[in-house]
């Protein structure tokens, strides 16, 4: 009897155990697009610095990124302040940025052929662009910069994986372009006429989430930003790995990675503090809203503290 009564507490034991076991958790899907300033959350991937089922995605282009963020099949995704600005004044819908991944500081560009020498030389010229938010904006910038219209160029829709190539075949004369694209082109005779350099802190890229995500998911959000970090400190400490493993990434050597990146200011914990804690992006955040509603990019401006998280 006494037996049979250890055998019943322990079926009793056993199944309390496995009652009380944790189910799986469910990765947190990050999705970006091919940017040297996104590779180092590859690396924080490969190298397993996510101390939470993280899974990072890979979308040919930022509007592909966004749709699958939009849909559901992302909860964080990887995009400039414009595109933020875009869709949700477009949708009516919030997402908050909660890191800072890279300021542009020359890596978005307008590369031209060598017989135009400057941004008014791109008058009556065939100028790529790809149809992204950013693109378009790039565009603008340049055109307001140019003192030139629309109506004064001839614009091709040609998405940033396929410019390199439509160099070479003639394609356009000008492309609105970044890396690893604008190395690409460059290295096919083409020069820089206009960059992100020229407007400083209006291409910020970030990663951004829906309030709910940032809610109820703060372990796995706390992870990618501890994982991002430990992939910079890697960089420092390993460059040489580093840049081979993220230029394989963008199909290009660890030398022309290193030098993708002079174009950014990475996202440091020193720079996300500033420009998150400290709301270093609410005043380029107005400026930027202010310009695109102008242009006709935005219907109508929002209060720019809602897209900062935490």
Partial sequence: MRSFLKLIFGLILISTFIGCEKAPQKPLKVGICQWPGYEPLFLAAQLKFFDYPVKVLRFSSPPKAYQAYNSGAVDVVGLTADELLKHSSDNNSISKIFLVL?????????????????????????????????????????????????????????????????????????????????????????????????????????????????????????????????????????????????????????????????????????LNRKMIQEQGLIEPFKRLQSMMKNKGLIEKELDPHQFIGN
């Avoid at 356009?172 to 407007?199: C, N, W, Y």
């Avoid at 400490?237 to 290193?258: D, R, S, V, W």
């Fill in 102 to 270: 890279d300021i542009s500081h020359g890596g978005d560009a307008v590369v031209a052929k060598p017989t135009i020498s400057s941004i008014q030389d791109i008058k009556g010229k065939k100028v790529a662009v790809e149809s992204s938010v950013l693109g378009q904006y790039m565009l603008q910038r340049t055109l307001d910069n140019a003192k030139l219209t629309h109506d004064d160029i001839d614009i091709h829709n040609i998405e940033i994986v396929d410019q390199p190539k439509a160099y070479t075949e003639g394609r356009a004369d000008v492309f609105v372009t970044f890396e690893p694209s604008r190395s690409l082109i460059l290295k096919q005779g083409g020069h820089v006429i206009f960059d992100s350099s020229m407007i400083p802190n209006e291409i910020v890229d970030a990663l951004a989430a829906k309030p709910d995500t940032l809610k109820n998911v703060p372990k796995g959000i706390a992870a990618i930003k501890r994982g991002w970090y430990k992939a910079l400190e890697y960089m420092q400490e390993h460059p040489q790995k580093a840049y081979t493993m993220m230029g394989n990434l963008e199909g290009i050597g660890a030398e022309e990675f290193k030098e993708s990146l002079n174009g950014l200011k990475l996202g440091t914990k020193e």
